[in-house]
């Protein structure tokens, strides 16, 4: 009863925030930051009604109360404990969000089932993360065939999946070392590039950044890092150096640049950036470029152009010399 209970209570909140316009006040109690309140929020395209339970529990007793779309925004019930592992297994917003609206091709009954998830995670990773991974999908007991049935592939995308998860962490570290600002970040930087820096107590451009690191898919993180894990490898155990790589993804207007630096003063390594950053948008034609520097193996800097900003000769001249020698890899990321 505490589980029916509470996922309809869990549900008023998604509902009001669907069903109030933004002018309506919104906010949350957060454990850390007290009340937080929002001025407008982005277009919900989906409402997750969480409840905890150790044990399946079936909510079609009360399926009534527990609408799968409301006011066209799908509804999707389940364990915190559930949701808190595919949000640790997928890593990323776009992944989770897919996953959820995959979910939404099983069978109505399963979909107000909470606390039993793990075989329907498993079956999602066996098919690579496909929308259609449940179209043919019967319920728990047909998904728990499918993984004893095929064990080993469902290994293999377990495998898959920790090597993405172990170079994802390499971005997930940097952007998350952005939630705060070295009290020392100007010291030793040109008048040109302290300007460019939020004014303390503001966040809006460190959030800009956080939002182009957290908006990436899983294998789109896991190659960004490790191609970033490779270079800062490079410079592991050195006490002076400058080294750097590039990596683009398919469908992205964006080039990112990865270096690692040792022993390297901030005027000298601020000037190589914004050349190399110049260069990368001219050599790979490209809208934007975010450069993500190892520093001195402690600490991480971080440069994004503005997307107004068009290369001129000198950035040519500079893609040719910096990147034109590249060697070039593809790497396929289409599967989780």
């Not at 209570?9 to 109690?29: F, Q, T, V, Y």
């Not at 107590?201 to 789109?220: H, P, V």
């Not at 390297?264 to 914004?274: L, S």
């Not at 034109?324 to 989780?336: A, P």
Request: charged share 30%.
């Amino acid at each position: 009863m505490w589980v029916l209970k509470n996922v309809q209570d869990a549900l008023k909140p998604i509902r009001g925030s669907i069903k109030n316009p933004d002018d309506r006040p919104k906010w949350c109690d957060h454990p850390r930051r007290g009340r937080v309140e929002f001025k407008t929020l982005p277009r919900i395209i989906h409402g997750v009604a969480l409840v905890e339970t150790w044990r399946p529990v079936d909510l079609n007793q009360i399926a009534d109360e527990l609408p799968l779309e409301y006011l066209g925004v799908p509804l999707t019930y389940m364990s915190i404990n559930d949701f808190l592992n595919v949000v640790w297994q997928l890593r990323t917003l776009p992944e989770v969000i897919e996953y959820l609206n995959a979910r939404r091709k099983l069978p109505i009954a399963c979909q107000r089932m909470i606390g039993d998830e793990l075989p329907f995670y498993e079956l999602y990773i066996m098919n690579g993360g496909l929308a259609n991974s449940f179209t043919a999908c019967l319920g728990h007991t047909d998904a728990r065939r499918a993984a004893d049935t095929h064990d080993d592939l469902l290994q293999e995308a377990l495998d898959r999946s920790e090597e993405h998860k172990l170079y994802s962490s390499e971005i997930e570290h940097v952007a998350h070392a952005l939630s705060t600002r070295d009290p020392n970040y100007a010291d030793g930087l040109p008048p040109e590039a302290v300007a460019l820096f939020d004014k303390d107590g503001e966040r809006k451009n460190y959030l800009i950044l956080q939002e182009i690191l957290a908006d990436m898919r899983l294998t789109e993180r896991a190659m960004m890092g490790r191609q970033f894990h490779t270079v800062a490898e490079s410079m592991r155990g050195k006490t002076e150096g400058f080294i750097f790589a590039a990596a683009t993804a398919e469908g992205r207007d964006s080039v990112f640049v990865f270096i690692s630096s040792r022993g390297i003063d901030k005027t000298t390594r601020y000037v190589r950036a914004k050349r190399l950053a110049g260069g990368a948008l001219a050599h790979y034609q490209k809208k934007n470029c975010l450069v993500i520097i190892d520093r001195d193996g402690k600490h991480y800097d971080l440069m994004l152009t503005n997307p107004e900003y068009e290369p001129d000769a000198n950035d040519i001249t500079a893609g040719e010399e910096l990147f034109g020698h590249l060697r070039m890899q593809t790497v396929d990321i289409r599967r989780l």
